[in-house]
């Protein structure tokens, strides 16, 4: 079975070794690096996996063009100062690394990557958004059961998300979990933007059926390749070993991106591709 037809029918597609460990241990020392240039606790905001309250800042929205570092739920202690060493406060940082940083850029256009897009069916493949992803020992936090599309909706459907083990990812310290062929769902909710803020608009109420979910160990540079409308979940991180991973959205850019999905480009800084 061809990659395509094996993606068509499951929705995800599991790529061991598809990075060298040198490639992303060459992402995470540049990180590190960003971290320790940018001083982000002097700016810091808060991204809950459970809830939404952080789609309400403007920190937030207003990073579809911009590198944004964002904490973890249990990272700050009552008064407000970090409980857990910076490296290990962090939520993730995004979202256009791969556009304003040149090891990012270097490591999300591998040719490699842009080969398995055309392979999976990408005539204009524009690369959308990226998050470094730290998962930290003890308070990484639970990412519910959702799927792609609803936060980055286009017409017709087309996103598709790029998942890389930076790290050994394993059911103890919060694999992706997902529901192989459920990406025939339909859409369960639509986020956007109203206002000044956002609204998460409940299509369907049903819970995904989870008994049918499957575990995705990974290794480091295992690519997860994801559909935009497959549901996936991952647990807290309980264990004390972080699970840092680097995540990619692409859309096909001859699809309708809409104009209130929460991530917005200014025409400064347009779109690319590989």
């Not at 009552?78 to 270097?106: C, I, Q, T, Y």
């Not at 049903?206 to 935009?228: E, K, M």
Request: proline share 8%; glycine share 6%.
């Amino acid at each position: 079975m061809s990659l395509k037809a094996e993606f068509d029918e499951r929705g995800v597609l599991v790529l061991p070794g598809f990075y060298s460990v040198d490639e992303c241990a060459r992402l995470q020392a540049r990180m590190t690096d960003m971290i320790v240039e940018a001083d982000p606790a002097a700016d810091a905001a808060i991204f809950s996996t459970t809830e939404q309250n952080h789609s309400q800042d403007e920190y937030f929205l207003t990073s579809g063009d911009k590198i944004r570092f964002f904490f973890e739920d249990g990272a700050f202690d009552p008064h407000g100062e970090l409980s857990v060493p910076l490296d290990r406060a962090l939520n993730k940082v995004g979202h256009a690394m791969h556009d304003l940083d040149p090891v990012f850029s270097e490591f999300s256009r591998a040719p490699k990557l842009a080969a398995l897009a055309t392979e999976l069916g990408f005539g204009n493949p524009q690369l959308l958004q990226s998050m470094y992803i730290f998962k930290p020992p003890r308070i990484g936090g639970e990412v519910v059961w959702h799927t792609d599309h609803p936060f980055l909706w286009t017409e017709p459907q087309s996103v598709i998300g790029f998942w890389v083990a930076l790290e050994p990812a394993t059911e103890e310290n919060g694999c992706l979990w997902c529901l192989p062929g459920r990406h025939t769902l339909p859409p369960k909710n639509r986020f956007r933007r109203q206002g000044l803020g956002t609204i998460d608009e409940v299509l369907d109420a049903t819970p995904y059926p989870s008994d049918d979910a499957v575990p995705l160990p990974a290794d480091v540079g295992t690519l997860v390749v994801l559909h935009g409308t497959l549901p996936h979940w991952s647990a807290p991180n309980t264990s004390d070993r972080s699970r840092h991973a680097y995540t990619l959205h692409l859309i096909e850019g001859d699809a309708e991106y809409a104009d209130d999905n929460w991530l917005q480009r200014p025409a400064e800084l347009p779109l690319r591709g590989f």
